[in-house]
């Protein structure tokens, strides 16, 4: 998956495709497996959705300070910065 362009990584774009992955383990039955989801990123990357930071490892709606999950799963995203 490559979410990164001119130098910002495009999160919803990232998003979408860990939505994308886990909607196929869960059609495979597999989807209660997946103990976390991780986004992959390069360290000090800019975010292109301004709405979204990281905090503590983890990606965050600045408008409600909520933690993101993955739409239809409860597994939080978390951040690792390479």
Known sequence: M???ENGSVDVNKALKQL???MEAL???GLAGDVQ???LIMPKGA???NEDLK???GYLV???TGERITIKGFKNLV???EL
């Open 61 to 63: 709606r600045v408008s």
């Open 54 to 56: 990281i905090v503590n």
């Open 36 to 38: 976390r989801v991780e």
């Open 2 to 4: 490559k979410s990164v």
């Open 78 to 80: 978390m951040v690792i």
């Open 46 to 48: 800019p975010l292109n």
């Open 26 to 28: 869960k059609n495979k």
């Open 19 to 21: 939505t994308n992955g």
